[in-house]
């Protein structure tokens, strides 16, 4: 390789790298782990708010039918399904199964897949 035109990039702009299947899987795995313990607080507040009492349950389906209500549902509802989804990729990759390059991104693109479905399947009862 000839090092006087190989030009080095100048900074690090993740928007425009063009990242393979299987990265973009593990960070969206890392992003869906984060949503889903982040949201550990409201989802305990709202099933304490909605057993506490009839006024409760009235005021957590309020919520939840609400936009916001609605639209955090449909975040958690893409975070569970992507986070289910990866990390059976990932346990049935510590098992030294579908190591090989070309395996990975076929079961990447499997997950990605799946993910869609169940994510519309899911998300069709949740906003209806």
Do not use: C
């Not at 869906?32 to 989802?43: A, E, K």
């Not at 990447?108 to 906003?127: D, E, G, M, N, S």
């Amino acid at each position: 390789m000839d090092m006087q035109n190989y030009k080095r990039p100048k900074h690090l702009n993740l928007i425009k790298i063009k990242m393979p299947v299987t990265a973009v899987v593990s960070i969206q795995h890392r992003v869906s782990g984060i949503i889903l313990f982040l949201s550990i607080p409201y989802v305990i507040w709202l099933f304490a708010a909605s057993v506490k009492s009839v006024y409760g349950y009235t005021e957590a389906l309020t919520i939840l039918n609400s936009g916001y209500g609605k639209l955090a549902s449909i975040v958690l509802l893409w975070a569970i399904t992507h986070h289910f989804y990866a990390g059976l990729r990932f346990l049935i990759l510590d098992l030294d199964i579908g190591i090989s390059r070309d395996a990975a991104i076929k079961v990447a693109w499997l997950v990605q897949l799946l993910v869609v479905i169940t994510f519309v399947l899911l998300a069709i009862k949740v906003v209806l």
